[in-house]
């Protein structure tokens, strides 16, 4: 699932996700210069992620180990840190 995402342009890989508040209004902007709606958002433990996505509809944050096939498919883009990516692949024994 994460090459089809990637063969269809709809796979996002950024060094670091970095909110300076637990702010959903800022997180909605940054989607929106992405230009994203339907976005799973995979990062390690980060709190205000978290929170600052709560609150907007068809967007879900998980963190490396509770990434799935079936949270994959029911999002249109998927968001992955460089940290996230390099855990992803040493779990399925591949190379990043």
Do not use: W
Request: aromatic share 2%; no cysteine.
């Amino acid at each position: 699932m994460l090459s089809l995402r990637h063969q269809e342009h709809k796979l996002v890989v950024l060094d670091k996700i970095a909110l300076e508040a637990i702010k959903t209004k800022t997180m909605k902007q940054s989607l929106d210069k992405l230009g994203v709606a339907n976005v799973l958002i995979v990062d390690g433990e980060n709190e205000r992620l978290r929170k600052s996505t709560r609150n907007l509809q068809k967007t879900k944050v998980l963190q490396p180990g509770g990434l799935n096939v079936y949270d994959v498919l029911n999002h249109e883009t998927l968001i992955l840190t460089k940290a996230t990516v390099e855990a992803v692949t040493a779990r399925l024994g591949g190379e990043a």
